[in-house]
Structures are given as C-alpha cells and as structure tokens.
C-alpha cells in the first residue's frame, strides 16, 4: 500500500471526525502560533538591538579617565583629568591592534542659526572619529588635516540638530553660533536613530578637536590638553581582550602608574552590553523552548489519545482489512499516516494563525516583526515529529491486533 | 490423483477462557477438492466458524495440520498469512463487514491496495467485478444505500476481486430473507459452476441443500460428510419465489 493511498484514508477517517479531529489539533495550533508569533517578536526586537549594537560598534572600546577619590569619596569614571589628546594618538600609533583612536571633548550649549535655536551637545573630535564611531558625511565634506592644525569653526550637524535649525533647506554652507561662536556648517551626518539607551544619537554637532578646546570650551594653551575620552576602534579579527590589555599597559607606561597602583583610567567596551543581551535572549530561547514543548506535548497527548479512541472504535475495520491481505504493517503505516496528517493539518493551521497574530501584533502594537523560514520549518517537523511519536503507539496497538479478534469485536 | 486445495490433519483449537479451556475443535481431518462447493453444518457452537477461520488463515491451530494446495500454512508468520489471506482466499462475511462511508467500488477495491496494484487498474478490476455481481449501476453508493442482498453481493465481488482460489462464506445468508438468500446461493452456484471451489457454513438445511457435499460438525468433531446427490438450482428456486411474489401482490 503506497503513502498516498494512506493519506488519502487518514483523510477520510479525519472528515468523518470533524469536530473531533479539529478539536484535537487545537493543542498543536495553539503550540504552534504561540512559537512562531513568539519567535517573530522576540527575533524581531533582537534584530532591533543587534541593528543598534552594529550601529556604535562591538569592537569599541571607550577610555575614560579614572575615577578621582575627593575625602575618602570616590566621584565616579571620568570626574579626574587624567586623559590627554596625546594619550589617544599614541594609542593610535603604537598598539598595533587600533583601527582608529579618536581623542574626544565634550561639551553642551546653545546653537542659533537657519531659521533657529537648539540646545545640543557638540564633540571636538579628531579625524578618526568618524572612522571610531561609524559616522558617515551625508552631505558636505568631513575636517581636514589643515582644520584641525588651525582650529578652523566648521562643524557638522548631526541630522535632529540640521532639521531643528534648518528644516528642509541645506545647511551645508549656513553659519551657525554655537555658544556664540560663528561656524560654517561644512556638512551634515548620516542619521543614526537611537542609542540602547534611548538617546537620540543624531542630536549632534562635531566640530575639530582644536576648535573645541581653543575656542568654544576656552581652555588655554600651555596646559595639558586633557580630554573627556577616547573612542577607540579595535580592527576586525583582533582580540578585544588582547587589545585592551596592550592599551592598558601603554597608557600604565604613559601615565607612570606602580605595578600595586590602580589605574587612573578606565576601559569600556560593548562586549559587556552584547553579552548581557546573549544572556537575555538566552533565557527568552529557554521560555519560549518551555512554553512551545509544554503546549506541543498537551498537543501530543492530546492526538495520543483520539488516536487511540480511532483504534478501539474502528477494531472491525482493522480486523476486515487484516482478512483481506493487510499486513501489520500496513495498518501501522496507515494509523501512523492518519496520526502525522493530523499533527500536520494542526501545524499548518497554528502557522498560519501564528503568522496572522504576528503581523497584526506588529501593526497594533508597532513592534517589529521578524517572520523567518526557520520557525515556520521548524514547526512542520515538531508538528510531524509529534504526529511520529505519539502516533506510534497506538498504530502499534492496532497492528498487533490478531485478525480474527479484530474482526470479532464488539 | 491431484493434491487435494484443502487438506487438514488432526486439526484443533482450544481457547483459554477464565481458568478452563474450551476445545472448540478436537482433530478434524478433512480433504476438499479444487471446484468442489462444500456446506459445513452443524448446531451452534459445534466449531464451524472456527473451523472455517483457521481455513481462512484469520487463525492459528494449537494442533493439526492444515495445507493449502499442498502447502503447510500452520507455523507461516502473520505477513505470510496475511499474503495468503489476500491472494488465495476470499472471504464472505453474515454481517458483510464493508467499509462504513466508502463506495462500493472502494470496498471491492479493498484487497488490491494491500497487494500493490495501481489505483486506475484496482477501479478497473473492481468495476468488472461489480457488473459481474449484476450491480454495474452501484459503484459509487455507499453501503448505507444498498439492502443487505445487494450489499452481500458486493463483499462477493470483493471476495472474488483478486482472483482467489477458494470462496470462504460463513453465514452468508444469515441475515438475509429467504428471496435473497436463495439469490446470493446462486451467485455462489454460478461462481462454482465456473470452477471456483466454495466453502460455506451454515446452520440451515435449506440453505445447505444447494451445496455439493455436506460436512457436519457437533462438539467440535465431523460426525458426517456426504457428497448431495442432486443439489438444488438457486437460481430456479429465486425465480420461483419471485413469480410467487409477483402473484401475491396482484392478488386483491
Ligand atoms: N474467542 C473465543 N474465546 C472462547 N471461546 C470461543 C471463542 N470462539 C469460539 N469459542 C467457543 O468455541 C466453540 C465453537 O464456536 P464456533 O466455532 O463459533 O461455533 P459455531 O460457529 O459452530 O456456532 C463454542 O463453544 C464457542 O463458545
Ligand atoms: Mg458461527
């Protein structure tokens, strides 16, 4: 007897129990859209973050000065002056491991220009920064070698801080006061969106680093040309461990720290913030692996059960089919077929029913969505692996019936 | 002389009930010809059917021998017999035993899709038989729409569907009425007289008088086997009772 010819009884058998057979599936489509629309939104939100993380760079490491101890207080990273722009060009130049070192001040204040005013954060920043940070021109030009030796006012505009003061006209070529100061906008940034943290990351000026501490920030020449940090991008394929080591080694050296002192710096990396999500999402696997076999096994014993009703109630059948030539076999293969259909025909019902909640958790809710061949196939082989397994037994039962018993019961 | 289609030695079957046994056959030794239509008789519980399943092959002997066709079936395992139940033997049921909710086609259709044949030749097979039973016009009714007569001729033309060598039928006019019976006893004639070797149980001399040899059981033992001298015409007899019939309803 060939599959087909078992399918289409199993089929037959399923029509007859309509109600009977949907309600058995339902365990198996409930499992089945619970995994995929869970699945869709979990994989959706992860791709999200990884879109984010990919944004700032996991092979960033940001050093801060360390922190400073006021009264037996320790004030936190950053709150000593210990970091210079030299510091991030030796980097540069001597830890072989540095796709880039980008020397950073910080500062805030107000903007007016084009049609208004904003209140912002700009970076003095040396050329590698873009490079550092993953910032792309748009429009216009980056700073040049000659903007930073003169401490030219140009700047770059991050894309919130273009459309506040410009809207939709070009500020490319616009001067602009950044606390009072004029600059010429040079060109405009690639938006970036949001940060992990929720921030707005395009609202955003950079100008030259020399620029920053000569004339905006107003720190003189003649004292150290401490910095608030510096973004440092380790090059592909090169260790994070490694490449912090040689940097914290570099800088112990440059800083003259005592093999017992602690360092005066401090290194950051988003490999902790990427390993914190790997757990996160961990876990998120392993609930929904809880809820999707917890549900798909109530699914299973579920057609255990009606499968076994089908055996008993149709012993006659069995016993008239064995009477004319079925083997145990056949009767195997054709209860084990009718068992796969319906852990099947479940399966496909809860991906089509996972999908539909998924698009529309998506349009309600605004979530991203993530639907992937994955789950779907990963679906269909659970749900016929259900069929398999809590088929077998009671097809087994049924092909071990003696032909004369079979066709003898009442 | 040729070997014999049926032989049995000795044969027996006890059931173990509750803490006894129950010797439903005590050694039965038997031979039937190839083309002989045998009528197995008998009180009730005298071991016919059970007789009549270890021919079938629907059950194991605890002692004897049986042969079919000079083959030794007793110790064969289930899928041997399961080829033989399929191949050589048709079975005739008293309670037809078709498939509920499937057309009679597919119920004749039955033993060729446990024997490998492609769907268009198991219709057409079915089909040829189906005319033959004289109900061409019935392939798609399911069992639930025909009468018992017509329902009994489609499990023969299910028994006949791929080619046996031996008819089995226990009972088979057992819950039908006189007219009909007489009916599917000459369907059974004709098959015999076309050389088919049939066996039937039964308990009713009317129905046993159709036969060509007449083996009677009690407690589980032949106590006698006599060939019929001039069996009965089915055929005539059908044709009698319907004209009676038709007498009856013109009556006023
Ligand atoms: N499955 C069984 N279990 C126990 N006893 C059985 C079984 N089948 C038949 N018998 C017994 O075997 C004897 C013969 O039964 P059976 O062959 O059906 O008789 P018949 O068909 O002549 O009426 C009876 O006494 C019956 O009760
Ligand atoms: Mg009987």
Known sequence: MNVLASIRIALRALRINKLRSALTMLGIIIGVAAVITMIAVGSGAQSQIEDQIKGLGTNLIILMPGSSTSGGVRMGAGSRNTLTEEDGYAIQRDVSAVQASAPTLRGTGQVVGGSGNWSTVFYGVSPEYFEARNWVVAQGKGFEAADIAGSAKVALLGDTVARNLFGDTDPVGQVIRIRKVPFTVIGTLEKKGQSLMGQDQDDVILMPISTARNRVLGQGAGRLRTVGSVSIKIRDGESMTEAEAQIRELLRQRHRIQPAQEDDFTLRNLSEVLSAREESSKIMGLLLAAVASVSLLVGGIGIMNIMLVSVTERTREIGLRMAVGARGRDILTQFLVEAITLALIGGLLGIALGVSSSVAIGKLAGWPIQLGIEPVALAVGFSAAIGIFFGFYPARKASRLLPIEALRYE | ?252
């Open chain 2, 1 to 252: 002389m040729s070997t014999p289609l049926i032989t049995t030695r000795e044969l027996a079957k006890s059931y173990a009930l509750g803490g006894f046994t129950v010797q439903a056959l005590r050694g039965v030794s038997v031979e039937i010809n190839a083309g002989e239509f045998v009528a197995v008789m008998g009180p009730s519980g005298s071991g016919k059917s059970t007789f009549m399943n270890l021919l079938g092959c629907l059950d194991t002997p605890s002692g004897g021998e049986y042969l079919l066709a000079g083959d030794r079936v007793s110790g064969l395992g289930s899928d041997a017999l399961a080829a033989i139940r399929n191949r050589r033997i048709g079975f005739v049921f008293q309670s037809f035993n078709l498939l509920p909710r499937t057309s009679a086609l597919e119920n004749i259709a039955l033993p060729l899709l446990y024997s490998g044949v492609a769907g268009e030749e198991r219709n057409r097979r079915a089909t040829a038989r189906l005319a033959e039973v004289g109900l061409a016009d019935r392939g798609h009714h399911h069992p639930a729409q025909l009468s018992g007569g017509q329902q009994q001729r489609v499990a023969i033309a299910r028994a006949l569907v791929n080619d046996p060598v031996l008819i089995l039928a226990d009972e088979p006019t057992g819950a039908l009425d006189t007219q009909t019976s007489c009916e599917v006893m000459a369907l059974l004639q004709q098959l015999n007289a076309q050389g088919m070797t049939v066996v039937l149980v039964t308990h009713e001399h009317d129905i046993a008088e159709f036969a060509k040899r007449v083996i009677t059981f009690r407690d589980g033992r032949v106590i006698e086997d006599h060939m019929v001298e001039r069996p009965k015409d089915a055929a005539v007899l059908a044709a009698q009772l319907r004209a009676e019939q038709v007498v009856e309803e013109a009556r006023p």
